[in-house]
């Protein structure tokens, strides 16, 4: 389903970090909607020229919504940076689902580490206007710091719908966290306590973090 609710749990959580472990249990190394990590304003983005950089280790960078989007600078959105660390060589592949802009004709490039790995469709908007297109590229990752780019090729805008990097090339049900509360930081927020995020393959949930708890107050 594409939207969960938040579930409170009473019992000790563990936190999975992006690290081989969690991706050997979920399928996923990282899934930027299901995290909650795309700016649908696009006002907290951190931008570089024409570049948004997304930095997936640390929490609060946030992926902008598409590609060729106004960003907070000024500036049009012509590449979206994602820069992240494994602790060990890997199999993948980056899942991208994506809509196109209202006219022309969308198409963008993908490179992972300084090579491009290749292209998506050249899709025309006015005949797939509001459909979800999919892409799936094949990438070795390496130990250490990697780097993948998406880079507009043609089109003035599209829109991320999934954008997924997995060790399984089964195609991802697209997951998104409820819309009041997208972010973990703004979850802990609602309910004034701190919180962790809970995923595998059948669960996406915020808690909050079981701790000592002051008694209610008659």
Same mark, same amino acid.
């Given at each position: 389903?594409?939207? $969960?609710?938040?579930?409170?749990?009473?019992?000790?959580?563990?936190?999975?970090?992006?690290?081989?472990?969690?991706? +050997?249990?979920?399928?996923? &190394?990282?899934?930027?909607?299901?995290?909650?990590? &795309?700016?649908?304003?696009?006002? $907290?983005?951190?931008?570089?020229?024409?570049?948004?950089?997304?930095?997936?280790?640390?929490?609060?960078?946030?992926?902008?919504?598409?590609?060729?989007?106004?960003?907070?600078?000024?500036?049009?959105?012509?590449? !979206?940076?994602? +820069?992240?660390?494994?602790?060990?060589?890997?199999?993948?592949?980056?899942?991208?689902?994506?809509? @196109?802009?209202?006219?022309?004709?969308?198409?963008?490039?993908? %490179?992972?580490?300084?090579?491009?790995?290749?292209?998506?469709?050249? !899709?025309?908007?006015?005949?797939?206007?509001?459909?979800?297109?999919?892409?799936?590229?094949?990438?070795?990752?390496?130990?250490?710091?990697?780097? &993948?780019? %998406?880079?507009?090729?043609?089109? $003035?805008?599209?829109?991320?719908?999934?954008? !997924?990097?997995?060790?399984?090339?089964?195609?991802?049900?697209?997951?998104?966290?409820?819309?009041? @509360?997208?972010?973990?930081?703004?979850?802990?927020?609602?309910?004034?306590?701190?919180?962790?995020?809970?995923?595998?393959?059948? !669960?996406?949930? $915020?808690?909050?973090?079981?701790?000592?708890?002051?008694?209610?107050?008659?």
């Amino acid at each position: 389903m594409d939207r $969960y609710m938040p579930v409170v749990l009473w019992a000790a959580l563990l936190v999975i970090p992006w690290t081989n472990a969690a991706a +050997r249990e979920t399928g996923k &190394i990282w899934d930027i909607g299901g995290q909650g990590r &795309i700016d649908a304003t696009n006002k $907290y983005i951190s931008m570089a020229g024409n570049r948004a950089i997304v930095d997936l280790d640390d929490e609060n960078s946030l992926c902008p919504r598409g590609i060729g989007c106004p960003a907070p600078n000024g500036k049009t959105i012509t590449e !979206v940076v994602f +820069r992240y660390n494994i602790s060990e060589a890997l199999d993948s592949w980056l899942h991208i689902a994506w809509l @196109t802009g209202r006219t022309g004709k969308d198409q963008f490039e993908v %490179l992972f580490n300084g090579e491009q790995i290749g292209k998506s469709k050249l !899709v025309d908007a006015e005949t797939t206007l509001g459909r979800r297109t999919w892409e799936r590229f094949s990438l070795k990752q390496k130990a250490g710091k990697n780097e &993948i780019i %998406l880079r507009r090729i043609a089109g $003035y805008s599209l829109l991320f719908d999934c954008l !997924v990097l997995s060790t399984t090339p089964d195609q991802p049900v697209p997951i998104r966290p409820f819309p009041k @509360t997208p972010t973990l930081k703004s979850y802990e927020k609602e309910i004034g306590e701190k919180a962790v995020f809970l995923d595998d393959r059948h !669960v996406r949930i $915020y808690a909050p973090k079981l701790g000592k708890r002051k008694p209610a107050s008659s």
